[in-house]
């Protein structure tokens, strides 16, 4: 007992110095596909029963009368066969410390449902799986390692497996390897790798000591207060189209029509990789100013207006939730007039929807995304909005009018101090 206690004792002393351990460091996941053509006919297999397998551990622990109290070192389980019935098979192809890992992600997500449950929200039951898509390896040199530039090792599969992107991380000391997840994805398998890495041994990239403002549109997909107008536009391609012709012509439920299934998936899948390269670079590339100011759209409103395909084909809506991660961004308020208000006479102007430039009586003529990325930068910079706050109009008007005039009176100062 004495000795239970003890090795309880480490552990939790082991999980309090890396938990102030990583507090000084930074987290980083990177993203390996596993080369499907290296794979031997026995790797596939084993590839492929591990997720079902996964599957079966994960229904059963969902089964049990006690989910804490499940015992996962059996080495058979009872699942359902195609017709419904109870039959039991043995875990050839998942090791324990995987079905420890299946066990512990339920215990999570059980934790997170009663937390939402205790704050109002409305929650349902833990639902058993048809599918089973990611599987988690804890332990660093036991389940799983890293062999070579390309090649990496994983507990249940025989050999090593060849993965594209390690070269990212293999050789630098400075990263710390934590757990892995293996991803069965409709174009391949996939592994991400999280790993820790001191924050002073971060490279650092320079920043460009300016604020820059983003103007989420319709025709331009982002125009900047540095007049730089980017457009994206991922679609459908003809083999999606084709497919999907090809699929209402076929009996649901038949192999056929399963395979058409799963071959749109992939289709679905390269879509999705190509976002999400693009939202990368794009964020990438406006997270270098110092300061980055973009208004708080309602994209959801935009994808339901006539607007739809356009939202649906680009890349809006990634941009604006990694942006929402890093520390160097402002977002505005969305009751703000970012494209009526002129900056240079301080009136609100009504502005179409069809317009495509913003005029105004006082002189000032410019593009009118390029005109609203320049307000926001001037509404932050006058403390106007700077927050996701709803504001009623009046509240909006009064607090322009006031941040004008300042503007205007401090601006006059300047002047006459130059003059002398």
């Not at 460009?208 to 730089?228: A, C, N, P, Q």
Request: with cysteine; glycine share 6%.
């Amino acid at each position: 007992m004495d000795d239970r206690l003890d090795k309880n004792a480490r552990i939790a002393d082991t999980q309090r110095a890396t938990y102030e351990k990583r507090r000084s460091q930074v987290c980083r996941v990177f993203q390996m596909k596993i080369q499907s053509n290296k794979l031997t006919v026995n790797q596939r297999e084993e590839l492929r029963m591990l997720f079902v397998a996964g599957k079966w551990c994960h229904n059963a622990i969902l089964a049990s009368p006690s989910v804490s109290g499940y015992d996962t070192k059996p080495k058979s389980v009872v699942h359902k066969d195609k017709d419904g019935n109870d039959v039991e098979t043995e875990y050839r192809y998942l090791p324990q410390s995987v079905r420890q890992t299946i066990k512990k992600q339920i215990q999570d997500n059980l934790r997170v449902l009663s937390t939402r449950k205790k704050r109002g929200y409305k929650v349902g039951p833990l639902k058993f799986i048809s599918e089973l898509t990611s599987i988690n390896f804890k332990q660093y040199g036991v389940t799983h390692k890293i062999l070579s530039r390309n090649q990496i090792k994983l507990q249940g599969i025989k050999g090593c497996l060849k993965v594209n992107g390690l070269d990212q991380i293999y050789g630098n000391p400075d990263y710390e390897m934590a757990n892995w997840k293996l991803l069965n994805l409709p174009d391949g398998y996939y592994v991400n790798i999280t790993t820790y890495i001191d924050k002073d041994k971060v490279e650092k990239k320079k920043k460009i000591d300016k604020i820059l403002g983003i103007d989420f549109g319709r025709r331009t997909s982002f125009t900047t207060s540095e007049d730089e107008h980017l457009s994206f536009k991922v679609q459908e391609g003809e083999r999606l189209k084709h497919l999907q012709r090809k699929l209402s012509r076929q009996k649901k439920g038949s192999k056929r029509y399963e395979r058409t299934k799963h071959l749109m998936r992939v289709e679905y899948q390269k879509i999705k990789n190509q976002k999400k390269d693009l939202a990368n670079k794009t964020v990438a590339h406006f997270v270098l100013y110092d300061k980055v100011v973009f208004q708080d759209e309602m994209l959801p409103l935009w994808h339901k207006s006539h607007f739809g395909k356009t939202v649906q084909h680009n890349i809006l809506g990634r941009v604006k939730a990694e942006l929402m991660k890093k520390d160097n961004v402002i977002v505005l308020s969305r009751s703000l007039p970012t494209t009526k208000f002129c900056s240079g006479c301080g009136k609100i102007n009504h502005v179409k929807l069809c317009d495509e430039s913003y005029k105004c009586s006082c002189g000032v003529y410019e593009d009118r995304d390029y005109h609203a990325a320049k307000n926001m930068v001037w509404f932050y910079e006058n403390n106007v909005g700077v927050g996701r706050t709803k504001f009623k109009r009046v509240e909006i008007h009064e607090a322009i009018d006031k941040a004008f005039a300042d503007s205007v009176s401090i601006g006059s100062v300047k002047r006459e101090a130059d003059t002398l």
